[in-house]
């Protein structure tokens, strides 16, 4: 049951990132305002991880650390598939692969689930294609380089997860503190080559006289920062709860639940932007639900 729990809510809290993450996004673009959240996330971790006490090992922090430049990778191949689109076919086919992965990890070495665990993963996925899924008026076929990098975010998700999974128990939040900084790292060194490319071609360039709007677009931009920072903060939250779900129990029940995350960037989506929750979408939270509760007695 504390597995249930702790990944189902870690899920929410993670759509709740996802959330700040994309209104972020479209202020200061995806890789800077996953470098910024990732510094958030550290500084947070950083701070919480010694209060939270626990004795870790230099393994851990190579697993842990591992595990960062692994997300890295999921990440941008995230964002760079949803670029592609459509995203209500890609979204859902990422969070399939990202809890089918794990499942089928934890699985392979030995798992061993209850009667009803079974019944409740498969409920799980069809859950998650079912919140993932947003009809789309005219919405088109992905392409084969769209498919390909939804399935490799998918998979690094996953094998972040299993990554994540190898460190101690007694390590407590470490790994995860070690996992936000090599990510800010990845993922800054990207922006900076982003940044001496965006120049190199500025250079080359005649100059323009400062644009009117240049004030407006600075205090969007100082917006967004802010954000991703807050979004960071509660990204880190939700790494937490998974990594106690996992500990808590089995990676497969935990990476299923931990894939229901556009629940809770729909629903918030539907109470501060407005936007209205497709009848499937509410089948799906409600599929969810009940997975859940199937997996906390199996």
Do not use: H
């Not at 870690?10 to 305002?33: E, Y």
């Not at 209500?88 to 089928?104: F, K, Q």
């Not at 061993?112 to 993963?121: D, M, T």
């Not at 997860?161 to 800054?188: H, K, Q």
């Amino acid at each position: 049951m504390l597995t249930a729990v702790l990944s189902l809510t870690g899920a929410l809290v993670f759509g709740a990132a996802d959330f700040l993450g994309g209104l972020a996004a479209k202020r200061v673009g995806a890789v800077l305002a996953t470098a910024v959240a990732a510094v958030a996330g550290f500084v947070g971790l950083a701070v919480v991880t010694p209060l939270s006490g626990g004795e870790w090992t230099a393994a851990d922090l190579w697993w842990g650390a591992a595990a960062g430049v692994v997300g890295a990778a999921a990440i941008g191949l995230l964002y760079a598939c949803l670029a592609i689109g459509p995203m209500s076919i890609l979204s859902p086919l990422t969070a399939v692969v990202s809890a089918i992965v794990p499942m089928l990890w934890g699985l392979a070495t030995g798992a061993r689930l209850g009667p009803l665990a079974p019944w409740a993963l498969g409920l799980a996925l069809v859950a998650v294609v079912l919140v993932g899924f947003v009809p789309e008026r005219g919405a088109v076929r992905p392409s084969l380089t769209g498919i390909v990098m939804g399935v490799g975010s998918g998979t690094a998700i996953g094998a972040f997860y299993i990554l994540i999974d190898r460190t101690s128990d007694e390590s407590g939040l470490a790994p995860l503190a070690v996992n936000s900084a090599v990510t800010a790292v990845v993922m800054f060194a990207v922006v900076g080559g982003l940044a001496l490319r965006a120049r190199a071609k500025r250079s080359r360039m005649p100059r323009a006289d400062e644009s009117p709007d240049a004030a407006p677009a600075a205090r969007d931009r100082a917006r967004g920062i802010r954000l991703a920072a807050v979004g960071g903060l509660v990204n880190a939250a939700a790494n937490a709860l998974i990594l106690f779900g996992i500990r808590a129990g089995e990676l497969a029940i935990a990476a299923v639940l931990g894939a229901m995350y556009p629940a809770g960037t729909i629903l918030l989506a539907a109470i501060v932007l407005k936007e209205r929750i497709a009848p499937v979408q509410w089948a799906g939270l409600v599929l969810a639900l009940a997975s859940a509760a199937m997996l906390a007695v199996a």
